[in-house]
T-cell receptor, first 117, second 111 residues
Framework: GAGVSQSPSNKVTEKGKDVELRCDPISGHTALYWYRQSLGQGLEFLIYFQGNSAPDKSGLPSDRFSAERTGGSVSTLTIQRTQQEDSAVYLC???????????????FGPGTRLTVL | GDSVTQMEGPVTLSEEAFLTINCTYTATGYPSLFWYVQYPGEGLQLLLKATKADDKGSNKGFEATYRKETTSFHLEKGSVQVSDSAVYFCASGGGYNKLIFGAGTRLAVHP
């Protein structure tokens, strides 16, 4: 596709339910990042994928959060037993290649706005 | 750990005014530095970047210089327009090029 896409654009759920958020990166981008944008915490890194593996999961806030990536493309972020503090905009970004001496621009998707009631 | 601090907003200016948004960072080593912008209703996009000390990033009339001595990367524009109204995020590049963001500064430009 032309850019990074995310679905759904909005998700309202009840406390305690599980949710899945999807990210389709730009074709050919091997690096994929998830970030969270919330009122209290600003914009924070969650997890990084290179291909299908995740060498950096340091930003996941708890074990209720998990993510996977299949075929080196689509990624799913899953939040189990959602809590009200999980309410935020979840952003996905992709880039041409992973870290190294040169920076490759990260292209961001429009985000998924999650509201936990 | 690495962190980025930027001036709190909102910043309200009249059209053609001079803009400065301060940003400082703490990091191990010398990270790449970035300014991202989020226009109303749009996604986050890269505005400019600098990858080493004394580099100046520039785009759309905005500039920022990587100052190692003061660990700063202040954003400037000589004459803002209404269309520059947005939220601006300063960021540093961490391991695996993950981005470490500041809290964001909302800019409102009035005619």
């Amino acid at each position: 596709g032309a850019g990074v896409s995310q679905s759904p654009s909005n998700k309202v759920t009840e406390k305690g339910k599980d949710v899945e958020l999807r990210c389709d990166p730009i074709s050919g981008h091997t690096a994929l990042y998830w970030y969270r944008q919330s009122l209290g915490q600003g914009l924070e890194f969650l997890i990084y994928f290179q291909g299908n593996s995740a060498p950096d999961k340091s930003g996941l806030p708890s074990d209720r959060f998990s993510a996977e990536r299949t075929g080196g493309s689509v990624s799913t972020l899953t939040i189990q037993r959602t809590q009200q503090e999980d309410s935020a905009v979840y952003l996905c970004a992709s880039s041409l290649r992973p870290g190294g001496a040169f920076y490759n621009e990260q292209f961001f998707g429009p985000g998924t706005r999650l509201t936990v009631l | 750990g690495d962190s980025v601090t930027q001036m709190e907003g909102p910043v309200t200016l009249s059209e053609e005014a001079f803009l400065t948004i301060n940003c400082t960072y703490t990091a191990t080593g010398y990270p790449s530095l970035f300014w991202y912008v989020q226009y109303p209703g749009e996604g986050l996009q890269l505005l400019l970047k600098a990858t080493k000390a004394d580099d100046k990033g520039s785009n759309k009339g905005f500039e920022a210089t990587y100052r190692k001595e003061t660990t700063s990367f202040h954003l400037e524009k000589g004459s803002v327009q209404v269309s520059d109204s947005a939220v601006y995020f300063c960021a540093s590049g961490g391991g695996y090029n993950k981005l470490i963001f500041g809290a964001g500064t909302r800019l409102a430009v009035h005619p």
